[in-house]
């Protein structure tokens, strides 16, 4: 049992969510992601973890409502608890001072990207962070991310907060006036995709953070499984970060839609209760 | 455990026992017939997951008994990797004394009424029976009887739970709740010592409760065990990845002594052929964890699972066997075992296959799949096969199957089941540094004490083994507490 301490709203959709996990709080690093399981019947979910107190022992994760079991997490305040929490999973981010690195972060993808830009500064880097979304509230952690990072570069798609433009446009003007020697992009797959494709013109080596379906979560099933130049890997236990260029982007948005159907009756089923329950 | 031959001998002069021998003629006990196992109707079971077998009667268990020659030299024993003293319990089924059969079984094996359901007695004790090896016969239904003892003592309401040492304090950790981690701990428990087993998932049991179906092996069962091994001051922390969640150093410095290491080979080998990672391809482990652990069928579950009309399974073991007959009973109209050798050389007990031929299930042998085809939205449609034959013997002994070229077919399928096997586990290994590992990264270990090369960690079980069965790693458990009770005492002599 997981004691949830804190739940902060960003948005309708998305919340900061701090819980107690005092052996991950302790043992976690950039880059890790835990698997949740809410209750008795829950399925189980990976999910990034965002920042973690070791002192107060408990970890920060960020959700967004896609489907039943974020929407059911959202529903819980704090005080409650959540059944299962295991982790840290997954390598943690390989971190070095590369010199200046651009880390571009879409949606809640900026949530997971936090403690890599706190690890990249502390490692001696220059950070610039590109943060996007398609509107101003979609844009989170912002106070936070400008405390680790040299320069903050706003995106939003439809122009009601920082430039209008997609995040590929932000990442492009950084890196036409600045010599970037690495680059991080985490966020909806397809944001990463069109991100990494962005920094492969100009030939900087970026790592991307790919969040596929995932049962276990320790090598144990191949539910994540990906084809990372033409190889199968587990992002379980071979990631969860990868050098963007070698990822099959197309075979992982297609292996991240296996359950479309069964998700999409789930969630109107879900909404159906909650309707009668109101 | 050097001294299970001596441990089988000293019951047999008993007088209750030399009574039982003289009571009936040993060629009257001959010639009874063996017991057959009562099952649910195969058109009937295909469609629940109700336990096919139904066990045993005490009347037909009493019988089998009889048959049992209680023999000077039992050789039955030598095939059993927990070392139960095999003719002692089941001439207490003879005679009648059902909760002293179970608790004979249980001084030495941790899981009864999971070993007399999945062990392939066929290739342990009942393959060394004298039934078997002299009077060409079928040999003692050792497997029935076992099952009947721990289900008689359990649904009696009196569970027996085994004697242990008085506590010494001394904190021993195991890392894995399968078979050979509660093995391990079952044992350290009785040796007086204060015992945590981590697990990884949510629930303890490992391969037991994600891989084995409930038609096979139901999760109550275990349940039913693990509490007993709770009440045996056992304790359990889930949701705990040693290496991970904690690492071995930090458990050191919590005070554990010394480490049994049971992670398993939780790692699914795919084939590496074109298509493999559309939709609808499973590894057998993601398939039966759903089905099994995650209720994934049930609809008040929230975890989602895929249904198949035509569903593959590649490969020929039990798993292979788990995942088939699952999804028969999921809807397929069509549910095959695509194999590429032929029914000889299947690893897979034969009383599965046996059971899966029952129930409708297809068999392709030597038939391998090359190719996978897939919908426009992903989803696995059509799969390639190419036929097989049979060459020369390889290094396991059996033939070698090689393609036949030009052979290649297509056959519709909309889901499939690799079922492979599996490579160990990474977790563990790759959280230490100094361990020494195989080429095929199981954990290099003492054959004797299981100590491997980082002198307060022992390993057992499929991460030693690289793939074997619940009885095997049991054994391994077994000798890995005695190896660890005998490094800690020397540890505590020399202060």
């Given at each position: 049992m997981n004691k949830i301490t804190e739940m902060e709203f960003f948005s309708e959709n998305v919340a900061k969510i701090v819980l107690e996990a005092p052996d991950i709080a302790r043992s976690r690093k950039a880059g890790h992601f835990v698997i949740i399981r809410l209750d008795e019947k829950g399925e189980r979910i990976p999910l990034t973890i965002a920042d973690g107190d070791p002192e107060k022992g408990t970890i920060t994760l960020v959700v967004q409502k896609v489907g039943v079991t974020s929407a059911k997490l959202l529903a819980k305040k704090a005080g409650e608890e959540i059944l299962d929490v295991v982790g840290p999973l997954g390598h943690a981010t390989h971190i070095e001072n590369f010199g200046t690195v651009l880390c571009a972060g879409g949606g809640v993808g900026v949530a997971p990207m936090l403690p890599i830009i706190k690890a990249l500064k502390e490692a001696g880097n220059k950070v610039i962070s590109v943060l996007a979304g398609r509107s101003k509230e979609l844009i989170i952690l912002e106070d936070e991310v400008r405390k680790h990072s040299d320069e903050v570069v706003i995106m939003t798609d439809d122009g009601s907060y920082g430039k209008k433009g997609l995040v590929t446009a932000g990442m492009e003007e950084v890196i036409q006036r600045e010599?970037?020697?690495?680059?991080?992009?985490?966020?909806?797959?397809?944001?990463?995709?069109?991100?990494?494709?962005?920094?492969?013109?100009?030939?900087?080596?970026?790592?991307?953070?790919?969040?596929?379906?995932?049962?276990?979560?320790?090598?144990?099933?191949?539910?994540?499984?990906?084809?990372?130049?033409?190889?199968?890997?587990?992002?379980?236990?071979?990631?969860?970060?990868?050098?963007?260029?070698?990822?099959?982007?197309?075979?992982m948005m297609m292996r991240m839609g296996a359950y479309k159907t069964q998700e999409h009756e789930a969630y109107e089923k879900y909404l159906k209760t909650i309707e009668t329950v109101a | 455990m050097e001294n299970i031959a001596e441990y089988i001998k000293e019951g047999r002069p008993e007088a209750w026992r030399a009574e039982l021998r003289k009571s009936m003629k040993a060629k009257e006990r001959t010639s009874l017939e063996?017991?057959?196992?009562?099952?649910?109707?195969?058109?009937?079971?295909?469609?629940?997951?109700?336990?096919?077998?139904?066990?045993?009667?005490?009347?037909?268990?009493?019988?089998?008994?009889?048959?049992?020659?209680?023999?000077?030299?039992?050789?039955?024993?030598?095939?059993?990797?927990?070392?139960?003293?095999?003719?002692?319990?089941?001439?207490?089924?003879?005679?009648?004394?059902?909760?002293?059969?179970?608790?004979?079984?249980?001084?030495?094996?941790?899981?009864?009424?999971?070993?007399?359901?999945?062990?392939?007695?066929?290739?342990?004790?009942?393959?060394?029976?004298?039934?078997?090896?002299?009077?060409?016969?079928?040999?003692?239904?050792?497997?029935?009887?076992?099952?009947?003892?721990?289900?008689?003592?359990?649904?009696?309401?009196?569970?027996?739970?085994?004697?242990?040492?008085?506590?010494?304090?001394?904190?021993?950790?195991?890392?894995?709740?399968?078979?050979?981690?509660?093995?391990?701990?079952?044992?350290?428990?009785?040796?007086?010592?204060?015992?945590?087993?981590?697990?990884?998932?949510?629930?303890?049991?490992?391969?037991?409760?994600?891989?084995?179906?409930?038609?096979?092996?139901?999760?109550?069962?275990?349940?039913?065990?693990?509490?007993?091994?709770?009440?045996?001051?056992?304790?359990?922390?889930?949701?705990f990845i040693v290496g991970k969640t904690a690492s071995f150093e930090d458990l050191r410095t919590q005070g554990y002594q010394a480490f049994f290491v049971g992670s398993g080979a939780g790692l699914p080998r795919f084939m590496n052929i074109p298509g493999e990672n559309y939709n609808g391809i499973f590894s057998s482990n993601e398939y039966l964890t759903r089905m099994n652990l995650m209720k994934a069928a049930n609809d008040d579950y929230d975890t989602p699972i895929l249904s198949g009309k035509n569903v593959a399974v590649i490969g020929g073991g039990n798993t292979a066997m788990d995942s088939v007959r699952t999804a028969k009973r999921m809807g397929a109209e069509r549910a095959m075992i695509v194999y590429r050798r032929s029914r000889e050389e299947m690893p897979a007990r034969l009383e599965e296959v046996h059971h899966a031929l029952e129930e409708g299930i297809e068999f392709m042998n030597l038939h391998n799949p090359v190719e996978y085809f897939a919908d426009e939205n992903g989803r696995v449609n059509k799969m390639r096969v190419q036929k097989m034959r049979l060459g020369e013997p390889d290094a396991s002994g059996r033939r070698r199957p090689i393609p036949i070229e030009g052979s290649e077919f297509d056959i519709d399928v909309d889901m499939v089941v690799v079922a492979v096997g599996v490579s160990p586990n990474p977790i563990v290994p790759s959280s230490l540094k100094n361990l020494k590992m195989t080429d095929w990264g199981t954990i290099v270990v003492d054959k004797e004490t299981m100590q491997s090369s980082i002198p307060d960690i022992f390993a057992g079980g499929d991460i030693v083994r690289g793939g074997a069965t619940v009885i095997l790693a049991m054994g391994d458990g077994r000798k890995a507490a005695a190896g660890i009770h005998k490094y800690i005492q020397e540890k505590v002599k020399a202060g």
């Amino acid at each position: 049992m997981n004691k949830i301490t804190e739940m902060e709203f960003f948005s309708e959709n998305v919340a900061k969510i701090v819980l107690e996990a005092p052996d991950i709080a302790r043992s976690r690093k950039a880059g890790h992601f835990v698997i949740i399981r809410l209750d008795e019947k829950g399925e189980r979910i990976p999910l990034t973890i965002a920042d973690g107190d070791p002192e107060k022992g408990t970890i920060t994760l960020v959700v967004q409502k896609v489907g039943v079991t974020s929407a059911k997490l959202l529903a819980k305040k704090a005080g409650e608890e959540i059944l299962d929490v295991v982790g840290p999973l997954g390598h943690a981010t390989h971190i070095e001072n590369f010199g200046t690195v651009l880390c571009a972060g879409g949606g809640v993808g900026v949530a997971p990207m936090l403690p890599i830009i706190k690890a990249l500064k502390e490692a001696g880097n220059k950070v610039i962070s590109v943060l996007a979304g398609r509107s101003k509230e979609l844009i989170i952690l912002e106070d936070e991310v400008r405390k680790h990072s040299d320069e903050v570069v706003i995106m939003t798609d439809d122009g009601s907060y920082g430039k209008k433009g997609l995040v590929t446009a932000g990442m492009e003007e950084v890196i036409q006036r600045e010599k970037i020697n690495k680059a991080f992009v985490i966020g909806p797959a397809i944001m990463m995709k069109f991100g990494s494709l962005t920094t492969k013109k100009y030939n900087i080596p970026t790592d991307v953070s790919l969040n596929t379906i995932m049962v276990d979560g320790t090598g144990m099933c191949g539910a994540c499984r990906v084809s990372i130049g033409g190889k199968t890997k587990f992002v379980c236990v071979d990631g969860p970060e990868f050098d963007a260029f070698q990822v099959n982007w197309d075979e992982m948005m297609m292996r991240m839609g296996a359950y479309k159907t069964q998700e999409h009756e789930a969630y109107e089923k879900y909404l159906k209760t909650i309707e009668t329950v109101a | 455990m050097e001294n299970i031959a001596e441990y089988i001998k000293e019951g047999r002069p008993e007088a209750w026992r030399a009574e039982l021998r003289k009571s009936m003629k040993a060629k009257e006990r001959t010639s009874l017939e063996r017991v057959k196992m009562p099952e649910q109707d195969p058109n009937v079971r295909n469609k629940n997951i109700i336990e096919v077998n139904l066990g045993v009667s005490e009347q037909m268990a009493v019988a089998e008994a009889h048959r049992c020659l209680d023999c000077p030299e039992p050789t039955c024993t030598i095939g059993c990797p927990v070392g139960i003293d095999i003719p002692k319990f089941i001439k207490k089924i003879e005679s009648k004394d059902f909760l002293g059969a179970a608790a004979t079984i249980k001084e030495t094996n941790a899981l009864p009424a999971v070993c007399g359901r999945v062990c392939p007695q066929e290739k342990q004790c009942e393959l060394s029976c004298f039934y078997t090896q002299k009077l060409k016969k079928p040999p003692i239904a050792i497997g029935h009887l076992e099952r009947f003892a721990a289900d008689y003592e359990r649904n009696s309401g009196k569970m027996n739970i085994p004697d242990v040492a008085e506590p010494n304090g001394i904190k021993v950790a195991v890392v894995g709740s399968g078979p050979s981690g509660l093995a391990a701990a079952g044992d350290l428990a009785k040796f007086g010592y204060d015992v945590t087993v981590f697990e990884a998932l949510h629930e303890i049991g490992g391969v037991l409760k994600y891989g084995i179906p409930e038609f096979r092996l139901p999760n109550d069962i275990v349940d039913v065990e693990i509490e007993n091994m709770r009440k045996m001051g056992v304790k359990f922390r889930t949701d705990f990845i040693v290496g991970k969640t904690a690492s071995f150093e930090d458990l050191r410095t919590q005070g554990y002594q010394a480490f049994f290491v049971g992670s398993g080979a939780g790692l699914p080998r795919f084939m590496n052929i074109p298509g493999e990672n559309y939709n609808g391809i499973f590894s057998s482990n993601e398939y039966l964890t759903r089905m099994n652990l995650m209720k994934a069928a049930n609809d008040d579950y929230d975890t989602p699972i895929l249904s198949g009309k035509n569903v593959a399974v590649i490969g020929g073991g039990n798993t292979a066997m788990d995942s088939v007959r699952t999804a028969k009973r999921m809807g397929a109209e069509r549910a095959m075992i695509v194999y590429r050798r032929s029914r000889e050389e299947m690893p897979a007990r034969l009383e599965e296959v046996h059971h899966a031929l029952e129930e409708g299930i297809e068999f392709m042998n030597l038939h391998n799949p090359v190719e996978y085809f897939a919908d426009e939205n992903g989803r696995v449609n059509k799969m390639r096969v190419q036929k097989m034959r049979l060459g020369e013997p390889d290094a396991s002994g059996r033939r070698r199957p090689i393609p036949i070229e030009g052979s290649e077919f297509d056959i519709d399928v909309d889901m499939v089941v690799v079922a492979v096997g599996v490579s160990p586990n990474p977790i563990v290994p790759s959280s230490l540094k100094n361990l020494k590992m195989t080429d095929w990264g199981t954990i290099v270990v003492d054959k004797e004490t299981m100590q491997s090369s980082i002198p307060d960690i022992f390993a057992g079980g499929d991460i030693v083994r690289g793939g074997a069965t619940v009885i095997l790693a049991m054994g391994d458990g077994r000798k890995a507490a005695a190896g660890i009770h005998k490094y800690i005492q020397e540890k505590v002599k020399a202060g």
